[in-house]
């Protein structure tokens, strides 16, 4: 009885020992899981991103001049010659326009696949590579749950969403540059924040102003930790405020064949900074609504929008007001961020209606961002519409494929991106006394009846012959 007793004891003993070994096994696994989603999710918002853009470049459906006037960019700096972007005007210097001179750090991947696809994807992987310390910060703060929702609202907000689709811009090394400060500083650790800021005056002009800014909030988290790191962020903030005026007043004008900056005309002498109020609160509300629910405003990690939000809204372009194109984009991870932050500072909130709304808004951003997503470029990628390469843009690169490499052309938006790779392409209409081999038209809405006379408008002692058709594109030859 006794033996049997001590049989039936070692048993249970051993049966308890696996389960307590399975149920650590599958503890270490939840957790090894947790710790590598954050790149997990990266990964899957590359692989989205990527389709979108390359398969709208493949649809033929590019949306503006961008893409191309990087391309000329890029492929200047991956010869190693100056970056001419002719689109701009016959030997415009890219960095007489904007100063971004970090483009030229996709010059080695562009020289080994020379196609504006290589921009494409290298957007792509640079907005995800961001999502891994949005969501590792937010973890940190709020719990690894938490944080996974933090990071899926941030890979799906509207300002990432609209960048990927509208083409290539410098914009994408801001991003992550900011994100990873941003960690950095929820992090407490001063150095790596300002170190993460500083590249930024080489992504473009005005982030120098967003460096001066992210390094005052720095030297502010930092004062009752360290004084040495309060000096180090004023150090910073006083480089990043000196960088954008020398940019500005000094190495623009430099590179620009008229010695100054273009973009002057833009604020200097434009409407009242409340033209155009509705709009501007409009996306204001985009902004801080779906994306924090308001709660972000609780954090001063906010301030750092405000250079990019000040430029915006003082513009006289009212192109810059709206929540179209790429430029709200670096917009996203300060507003996550901030969003962490404050759901973390709520919690020591005396009121319990506000420690409760800040537990549950990470869930609610992220099932927002999913909510709206269907009507934003990713929800495209449902559609079999998005997959299939139309008849039309299979005619339209027949036709362009007409026109030898190396040939000069004048093109208009839809096939620069097509020919910058391999021809000298101008904008249509700003020549400036060049005479082109060939011009390149969409003419898919047939608003150009006689391709003859435009040709003749356009350039009066050449003359010009329909050379290919399809698609609704149309490529001109000059009679020699």
């Not at 990927?164 to 950095?184: R, W």
């Amino acid at each position: 009885m006794r033996a049997d007793t001590v049989t039936a004891a070692s048993a249970h003993r051993a049966e308890t020992t696996a389960a307590d070994a399975h149920a650590e096994a599958v503890r270490t696994g939840a957790r090894a899981f947790a710790d590598r989603a954050p790149v997990l999710l990266a990964l899957l918002m590359f692989a989205g991103y990527t389709a979108v853009s390359v398969l709208r470049f493949h649809r033929m459906e590019t949306r503006s001049w961008d893409l191309g006037i990087f391309e000329q960019a890029v492929r200047g700096y991956a010869y190693l010659q100056a970056p001419i972007v002719d689109l701009k005007g016959p030997g415009t210097h890219v960095l007489g326009d904007h100063f971004s001179p970090v483009t030229a750090l996709l010059a080695p991947a562009y020289r080994v696949f020379p196609t504006p696809v290589t921009l494409l994807v290298a957007q792509a992987a640079l907005f995800a590579l961001a999502v891994v310390p949005v969501t590792r910060a937010a973890g940190r703060l709020l719990g690894r749950g938490k944080g996974a929702a933090v990071g899926v609202a941030f890979g799906l907000s509207w300002g990432v969403q609209q960048a990927v689709d509208f083409d290539f811009h410098e914009i994408c090394f801001a991003v992550p540059l900011i994100a990873f400060s941003l960690e950095a500083l929820l992090a407490r650790r001063w150095r790596a924040a300002l170190l993460w800021a500083v590249p930024l005056v080489l992504v473009k002009e005005d982030l120098g102003a967003t460096v001066c800014v992210l390094a005052l909030v720095t030297a502010w988290r930092a004062r009752r930790f360290s004084r040495r790191a309060v000096w180090w962020a004023l150090g910073v903030a006083v480089f990043g405020a000196l960088a954008a005026l020398l940019t500005f007043t000094v190495l623009i004008p430099a590179f620009n064949g008229a010695g100054g900056y273009d973009y002057w005309t833009k604020v200097d002498g434009g409407p009242s900074p409340l033209a155009g109020a509705e709009t501007k609160v409009r996306t204001l509300l985009w902004l801080l609504l779906p994306t924090t629910g308001l709660l972000a405003l609780r954090s001063p990690l906010l301030l750092v929008a405000a250079p990019t939000l000040g430029w915006r809204f003082l513009s006289a372009d009212d192109h810059y007001w709206s929540t179209d194109w790429h430029y709200s984009a670096v917009l996203m991870p300060v507003l996550l961020l901030a969003l962490a932050d404050a759901a973390a500072g709520a919690r020591r909130s005396p009121r319990l209606w506000v420690r409760r709304y800040a537990d549950r808004l990470p869930g609610c951003a992220a099932a927002a961002a999913l909510a709206l997503t269907p009507s934003l470029p990713l929800g495209s990628l449902t559609e079999s519409a998005t997959w299939r390469k139309p008849e039309r843009a299979v005619a339209a690169e027949r036709a362009l494929d007409r026109i030898p490499d190396g040939a000069t052309v004048e093109a208009d938006v839809g096939p620069i991106s097509r020919l910058t790779g391999r021809c000298r392409v101008l904008w249509i209409g700003d020549t400036r006394g060049v005479v082109p081999d060939y011009i390149a038209l969409n003419n898919t809405s047939g608003r150009l009846r006689d391709p003859y006379a435009y040709a003749h408008d356009l350039h009066p002692d050449a003359r010009y012959y329909v050379h290919g058709e399809g698609g609704g594109y149309l490529v001109l030859k000059r009679r020699t």
